[in-house]
């Protein structure tokens, strides 16, 4: 294989144009760049669950960031994170932490919070753990299951749901969360995907009418009355948004 430019650089598998990364737009990936649009404004960010640092690099580059926490549980990625960063002179602006959530010392100097690629309940944990983030930090949480789950917790635990996005990925669709401390917000992340008239919420609700009439279809001769009532209420709250769309 021959080299690559020397203006070219190996990140995350492939190589960029690293004087391009510096100086022009860096397309990140559609998943990503939806949670580093909600993160605009950060000054100090902390990049949960990090993998390869991309979102981290592309908001001190692209984002206005001063600097950044990446942390990550896997040595692996968070290694692969601080050669990119170090490969894009950036390593001084990055702090590499292995640990679970927020668990190190000054995270709460943070002033946005990403967590990104991990299951709702997950995420409710490494807030839980992490009770500064009710005062005054935004949070941007891009949840790959119990997103339900998420948003009444949110609710139910001080923080307001303020916005949503939705963003394509090959074949499937990704949300992010926009949230912080405080009340009036969002019951859910369709409400906030509908005052935004998000143009991908119509394929989000179809999605998420299919599932919710085979999980009654399932439910109807095992679950409690009170189980399947509740879905029902669920699915007609969805049902009810979708007719007023087209």
Known sequence: MSKPPHSLYRLCGGFVNLEGMMNSHIALRP????????AAGTRILADVGCDHGLLSIYMLTHGGAERAVASDLRPGPLEAARRNAAGLGLGDRIR???CD???????DEADMVVIAGMGGETICGILARAPWTREGARLVLQPQSKIDELCRWL????????SALLAREGERLYLALCARGGGGGFDSAEEALLESADPLLAEWLDLKIAKARKALDGMESAASVRDTAALRGELEKLNEMRRILP
Do not use: I, K, T, V
């Open 101 to 107: 959530g927020l668990e190190y010392p000054g995270a």
């Open 31 to 38: 998943r990503l760049a939806a949670a580093a649009r909600l």
């Open 96 to 98: 590499f932490e292995l």
């Open 155 to 162: 609710n139910c635990s001080g923080y307001a749901l303020q």
